[in-house]
């Protein structure tokens, strides 16, 4: 006889707040709601999130599960944490040691902070240098680099009890399109796929050390499913992954608040569509009355028989063991223990920054423009870029004569934002996008590219390229300016 399943058992809420209110705690209580993903609108200091992750254990019970993106890069939200370098910086490196060593010190943070699910590592390979979602957050252009660094940085993390949920099934490397905030296709034969982008998710599927969770991408694969995204589709989610590849871990949506999904399917739809393509737990942000929706949709699917109890208990059991095996046992974090790892991440940081096309610091007493964004403000997936303030202390204290050009949209730049009066032209991309056709003209003398790295590709110039703006980033960036540090890492992709 298979017992009854809370629908709110296997759907993942968010909260509005840095503490739980009293209607927030009664739903999740009333719902039976047992997974929360916690955003950088939840997380104040670190005392204050504690607080919050012991009163939501104390509201959803000890199979509780609570998630959070803290990839490493521009992803991540716990940023009191040390900052992890972002995958293509371990890309750049090639060190399973390293990798495997950062997977661990991440989860030491989190577990500190009473998290036991982080959803990373990055599976996809970024084999498309016009990907506006994915880029350094990827490890690499090809698969073997994917999958070796994939598996030791999840490796590391499991070990200090942490879940991993490796993502986006079955690849975001290859599109041009942001599924936050429009569907992407993805127009390839399985047997392209299975070519590149299967590849580090089989690997990782089964077997001893096979990823204890997937995240879906909502991403259309014509030639796969020509009428729903990979998310609601049984096609990819059970035929490819649950039986060829052979996969029991829980597969957990992407958020269904995305617009790939929600202006298609919304919340109580897309929830029930989910759990039918064989994935276990909904993603379902949004106020109360917004997740209520996505729940009841799911009882009255049950009661309509769209869903059987059968499946849901089997979702349950995936999504119960998960909890079993990494419980929400937070642990202390010594002071010699965080400083510890947060050198390790600094030193990974300075391993990984490379130097294209020759490029080599400007002479100290040379006069210097420096360029960069004005602003550039999160968009709710990266963090903040690094900020004109941060950009001037890359040359405090060294260069004598530094002048700053703030421009408002920096993808836009042309040959005419760049004045040619004797000054050594410094280019510093403190945003994410590809330059536009314009940039072509633009010829600094130096470009440093602190977040995409195939901006690269669009200016004819010697580049720097540091993966990321964390402060090991822009450490390492300042030490290389001042002569003290050498650029030497290969990068993982194309970058000529």
């Not at 109360?288 to 729940?295: G, H, K, S, T």
């Not at 590709?457 to 980033?473: E, F």
Request: charged share 20%; proline share 5%; aromatic share 6%.
């Amino acid at each position: 006889m298979t017992t009854a399943v809370q629908p709110g058992q296997l759907v993942m809420v968010d909260i509005p707040g840095k503490s739980l209110d009293a209607d927030t705690a009664a739903f999740l209580r009333d719902r039976k709601v047992r997974a929360i993903c916690l955003f950088r609108k939840n997380l104040g200091t670190e005392d204050e999130i504690r607080q919050l992750t012991a009163d939501l254990r104390a509201v959803m019970g000890d199979k509780a599960l609570i998630g959070i993106d803290q990839e490493g890069g521009s992803v991540i939200r716990a940023t009191s944490l040390p900052q992890a370098p972002a995958a293509m910086a371990l890309g750049a490196i090639g060190d399973e040691a390293l990798a495997e060593a950062t997977g661990a010190a991440v989860a030491r943070g989190l577990r500190h902070l009473g998290i036991n699910w982080n959803f990373a590592p990055v599976l996809d390979i970024n084999n498309n240098p016009a990907n506006p979602v994915i880029g350094e957050r990827s490890f690499g252009e090809d698969a073997e680099t994917v999958t070796r660094l994939a598996r030791a940085w999840m490796r590391g993390s499991l070990k200090e009890g942490v879940a991993c949920c490796v993502k986006h099934f079955p690849g975001h490397g290859d599109t041009h399109v942001d599924s936050h905030h429009a569907l992407p296709t993805v127009d390839k034969s399985l047997a392209a796929l299975e070519a590149l982008e299967l590849k580090p998710f089989r690997a990782l599927a089964s077997g001893a050390e096979a990823a204890p969770a997937v995240m879906t991408a909502h991403i259309v694969y014509p030639q796969l499913d020509g009428e729903h995204p990979a998310t609601l589709s049984k096609t990819i989610l059970t035929g490819i992954l649950r039986e060829s590849m052979g996969f029991d871990g829980v597969v957990i949506t992407d958020a269904l608040m995305m617009k790939a999904v929600f202006e298609r399917y919304g919340y109580a739809r897309a929830s029930v569509l989910a759990l039918q393509a064989g994935a276990d737990m909904p993603l379902a942000q949004g106020s109360l009355a917004e997740q209520a929706e996505a729940i009841d949709a799911i009882g009255v699917a049950l009661a309509a028989g769209d869903l059987t109890a059968e499946r849901l208990a089997q979702s349950a059991a995936r999504l119960d063991r998960l909890a079993t095996q990494y419980p929400l046992s937070p642990r202390d974090y010594p002071a010699a223990e965080r400083a510890a790892d947060d050198q390790l991440m600094r030193d990974i940081w300075a391993r990984g920054l490379t130097a294209l096309r020759g490029a080599s610091a400007p002479d100290r007493a040379a006069p210097l423009r420096v360029i960069c964004q004005a602003s550039v403000a999160s968009d709710g997936v990266s963090e903040a870029g690094a900020s004109v303030a941060q950009v001037a202390a890359l040359f405090d204290g060294w260069f004598s004569d530094v002048e700053f050009l703030h421009l408002p949209n920096l993808r836009a730049i042309s040959a005419a934002d760049i004045p040619l009066d004797g000054r050594i032209n410094v280019l510093v991309s403190n945003q994410r996008g590809r330059y536009q056709a314009s940039a072509g003209s633009a010829r600094p003398d130096l470009h440093i590219a602190l977040w995409n790295p195939f901006q690269v590709l669009d200016i004819a110039a010697p580049a720097v390229v540091s993966w990321g703006y964390a402060d090991g980033a822009l450490d390492a960036l300042r030490q290389w300016l001042r002569g003290e540090l050498s650029a030497t890492a290969a990068p993982p992709v194309t970058l000529n």
